[in-house]
């Protein structure tokens, strides 16, 4: 086989496909297909044909197609003011109705549609031009069968006749009323009507007659209700009114009650405080009673203590004099004894003058406490508690002065008795007694008396010895013959002190008293061999302490 042979068999195929290609291109271009929501109608070369759920080829210059729009289409019919609908009853209604129609599915439908409405279905505006007028028709013939409360009233049963009356005429055009809505149902407004036309006249006559009556109803209905509510309102001022008197003579009784309660209470009140006052002051006047008793018992028991008191110290002084051989002991003793006496009757005499303060303060508040009862008591019953009052008082006052004479004359005998005592028991002590209370009281004033003896020798500021001879207590041309120069004995320290003892010549009274308590004041050496004695040695002690260490 040639090359052109295999070239010529191969070309068939290619041409066969290219062909079928260009083919299919051209039936895909030409072929038309429908959907749920848009059907078609071809026309032309080989008759009508409604497409509905498929498709066809289209050519062009043999075939044309009318779309029909298989969807539900709303068109709102308005009529009012001068188009306004006219009812049974001649008057005037505003409407506003939506009506929902669609091309039924049927080929013959579908067809009709096409053929009477054509592309109108596509274009809802234009549809209802074409249409609106049956809509209108079929809402004024159901209007005129209905008065205008049935409209409103009955809106169902107008819907249905309207709907009924329309679905047969448009049903020529392919379409069905799936439902028809009253959106909007109202009068129309006065000035719509023209009283020269016949309907309107009967119309606006209706209206007026209905409106007035209405008017004239509802007139007598307010005016019937304010009378109603002025009557009740009336009613019930009435009531409150009988409410009110009621409740104030109640509060009246009320209050006349409770004063009258209160008059009872306040005058057993006060009955009761007079009788509590008499009780008061009769507890007060036995109070007052024993006050005073027992004041003259505690002066009693005062001036029984001092007695007490200074017929011990009577008896200390006595055991004194019988001890005077221990004299340490026996001085100690009666030093604490005669403190604790002095303390003790300053003790008594201190509380004495307390209770007597006590007891006058006592009356005073008492008779304070007196004034304010018989005062209040005054008010009850003026004249007769007055003069009780008085009475009273002048009573207490005198018993009260009686009391206080009776107190201050066992108060001064008491203390002539304690005196007396005292004064009994120090002439009893005898001389040896005396003296040693007054060398006790001269013992303890002799650290003051040496100070006092010594102060000339504060002054001197130093001791220089211009001549010794011998440290045996002897000097040539000085002696006596006795070892001893000048009456001085000792060594040169004793010799220094003798000259300065001596010194104080000048006060002769001091040596005396030394002398009245066996003191040797000449010497040192003799005072302290007066001084440190057995009996004395705790009460010197403290005057050899005082001398100055200076010398």
């Given at each position: ?456 020798m504060q002054s001197i500021e130093g001791i220089k010895i211009l001549h010794v001879e ?82």
């Amino acid at each position: 086989m040639n090359l052109d042979s295999l070239i010529g068999i191969l070309i068939v195929p290619l041409v066969i496909v290219a062909a079928l290609f260009i083919a299919g291109m051209i039936v895909a271009r030409l072929y038309q297909r429908a959907s749920k929501e848009v059907s078609f109608v071809r026309t032309g070369f080989s008759g009508q044909k409604v497409i509905m759920n498929g498709g066809a080829l289209v050519l062009p210059v043999l075939h044309e197609t009318i779309q029909v729009n298989m969807n539900t289409l709303r068109l709102e019919v308005r009529r009012s003011a001068e188009q306004a609908l006219i009812t049974k009853d001649r008057m005037r209604v505003d409407v506003q109705a939506e009506f929902y129609v669609r091309v039924q599915p049927t080929i013959e439908s579908i067809a009709n549609a096409a053929q009477t409405l054509g592309k109108r279905t596509m274009e809802p505006a234009t549809l209802k031009e074409l249409v609106e007028g049956k809509f209108v028709d079929a809402l004024r013939a159901v209007a005129a069968e209905m008065a205008m409360e049935e409209l409103h009233e009955q809106r169902v049963n107008f819907v249905q006749k309207v709907q009924a009356a329309v679905s047969e005429d448009i049903l020529k055009n392919g379409l069905e009323l799936e439902s028809v809505s009253l959106t909007g149902l109202d009068q129309t407004n006065r000035e719509f009507f023209n009283a020269d036309n016949v309907f309107d006249a009967e119309g606006l006559t209706k209206m007026t007659q209905a409106i007035e009556e209405r008017r004239k109803t509802r007139n007598d209905i307010e005016q019937n209700t304010q009378v109603a509510i002025a009557r009740k309102n009336l009613e019930a001022q009435t009531e409150q009114y009988i409410i009110h008197r009621d409740t104030e003579y109640a509060r009246l009784d009320n209050e006349r009650e409770i004063a009258v309660r209160v008059d009872q209470q306040n005058a057993e009140i006060e009955s009761q405080r007079a009788q509590r006052a008499t009780e008061s002051e009769a507890a007060r006047t036995e109070s007052r009673q024993r006050i005073k008793e027992a004041a003259i018992k505690a002066d009693q028991a005062i001036a029984i203590s001092e007695q007490n008191s200074a017929i011990a110290v009577a008896a200390k002084s006595e055991e004194q004099s019988v001890a005077a051989a221990k004299a340490d002991n026996a001085r100690s003793l009666a030093v604490k004894a005669l403190e604790e006496v002095e303390t003790a009757r300053s003790t008594e005499i201190a509380e004495r003058n307390k209770r007597i303060e006590l007891i006058a303060a006592a009356q005073e508040a008492e008779k304070a406490s007196i004034g304010i009862v018989v005062a209040s008591q005054a008010e009850r019953d003026a004249a007769k508690n007055r003069a009780e009052a008085a009475r009273t008082l002048a009573e207490g006052e005198a018993e009260a002065a009686k009391l206080r004479a009776a107190a201050t004359e066992v108060t001064y005998a008491v203390e002539a008795q304690g005196k007396q005592a005292l004064n009994e028991a120090a002439n009893q002590l005898s001389a040896e007694q005396i003296a040693m209370n007054i060398r006790m009281a001269l013992i303890q004033q002799l650290p003051q008396i040496i100070a006092e003896s010594v102060k000339p020798m504060q002054s001197i500021e130093g001791i220089k010895i211009l001549h010794v001879e011998g440290l045996g207590g002897s000097s040539n041309g000085h002696g006596n013959g006795n070892g001893a120069s000048n009456g001085y004995g000792g060594g040169i320290a004793d010799q220094a002190v003798d000259a300065a003892l001596r010194y104080r010549g000048q006060a002769p009274l001091i040596d005396a008293l030394l002398s009245e308590l066996g003191l040797k004041g000449g010497s040192l050496n003799g005072l302290m061999a007066s001084v440190v004695t057995p009996e004395l040695d705790g009460a010197v002690k403290p005057a050899t302490a005082a001398l100055p260490k200076s010398v």
